[in-house]
């Protein structure tokens, strides 16, 4: 799951800003790419140009430049960002780190074929997720693509309450201009505190 503007316990009081979620391994920096996003990359769906917006530690970022892709990553949580730095030089990959609200992107001035975004649609509000798409929408050409991965209304239980389960439904509805929705199907996002890892929705949308 993605660092992130917002905790993903975001939406009560007790809001923690970027650098809180990374005072200790997150359960979400689980040191690999998540298995749908890898698979992606697998089958040949990731290419191009390719942004990771909230990118964390880097993992998907990583796995893109391994693939010999332009990749670069956004956050605004500096120690994720150090730490994905120090991993690409360990890694000897060349990649990207900008510390960048995913809000903003338009101030980049630049095009991506693929987004990639594990973890950070689901933490923003309404507003924000407005703001969010139509920042996606100034950096994607027609043609490019974005791959999500987002909590879904379909996990059991309360441990992750403050957290906003997201319905297909609102997927639809906050791709609905300038996109197309491909697919909408059940994930998971593993995370280092359950080995049942959590349900998600992976969603794929095509810029047009």
Not at 19 to 48: C, H, K, M, S, V
Not at 65 to 87: N, S, V
Not at 170 to 187: L, N
Request: glycine fraction near 10%; charged fraction near 20%.
């Amino acid at each position: 799951m993605a660092g992130s503007p917002i905790s993903p316990h975001a939406g009560s009081a007790g809001r923690k800003g970027p650098e809180d979620l990374y005072a200790t391994p997150p359960p979400w920096d689980i040191g690999r790419p998540q298995p749908a996003f890898r698979a992606l990359a697998d089958a040949g769906a990731i290419r191009g140009r390719v942004l990771d917006a909230g990118c964390g530690t880097g993992e998907h970022v990583l796995m893109s430049a391994g693939l010999g892709l332009d990749a670069t990553g956004i956050d605004l949580a500096t120690t994720a960002l150090r730490a994905a730095e120090a991993k690409a030089h360990e890694r000897d990959l060349t990649a990207r780190f900008l510390s960048w609200d995913a809000r903003q992107l338009a101030g980049l001035g630049e095009w991506f074929d693929t987004v990639l975004d594990c973890g950070l649609f689901h933490i923003f509000s309404a507003q924000d997720r407005g703001a969010y798409l139509d920042s996606l929408r100034s950096v994607v050409p027609p043609g490019g693509r974005c791959f999500m991965l987002c909590f879904s209304d379909q996990q059991p239980g309360d441990t992750w309450q403050r957290v906003h389960r997201v319905t297909q439904a609102e997927i639809e509805t906050s791709f609905a201009d300038g996109w197309r929705v491909d697919s909408i199907e059940p994930s998971t996002i593993d995370i280092t505190t359950d080995p049942n890892s959590v349900r998600a929705w992976l969603t794929t949308a095509t810029r047009i």
